[in-house]
């Protein structure tokens, strides 16, 4: 499907580009350097959500605002907009951003997913338990 064509924002210092994971190009602003910080955005909104908090955070930390499935100037699709498939696509995300871990800042909707990716995060590096 489409990625919006409406005019981006401005935003100092922000770099835009689009990651494609799980069969959709999300887009990204990303700011700073330093350890990474992903925001996910609450509904109905995008990126730009976080433009009072970026900077505040820019200094010595690399953030990811991320615009989920769907949102902002991230690509649709017909299905994935349950919050497990919104957490598989920030992890995904993670994964082809090379980040083995990153803190995650949410608010509203996109709580939710936060909460789900760190779950997922967790339960994927926890150590298998020995067989009996």
Known sequence: MTISE?????????THRQVRVRGVRLHLAEFGSGDPVVLLHGFPQHWYA??????????????????????GWSEQSRTG?????????VLALLDELG?????IVAHS????????VCERARNASAP????T
């Open 81 to 89: 907009y349950d919050t497990e498939s919104l957490a598989a696509d």
């Open 50 to 71: 976080w433009r009072h908090v970026v900077p505040l955070l820019a200094d010595g930390h690399r953030l990811i605002c991320v615009d989920l499935r769907g949102f």
């Open 6 to 14: 409406r005019p981006m924002p401005h935003l100092e210092g922000a």
């Open 99 to 103: 980040l083995e871990q990153a803190v």
């Open 128 to 131: 298998s338990s020995p067989s």
């Open 109 to 116: 909707w996109g709580a939710g997913v936060g909460f789900r």
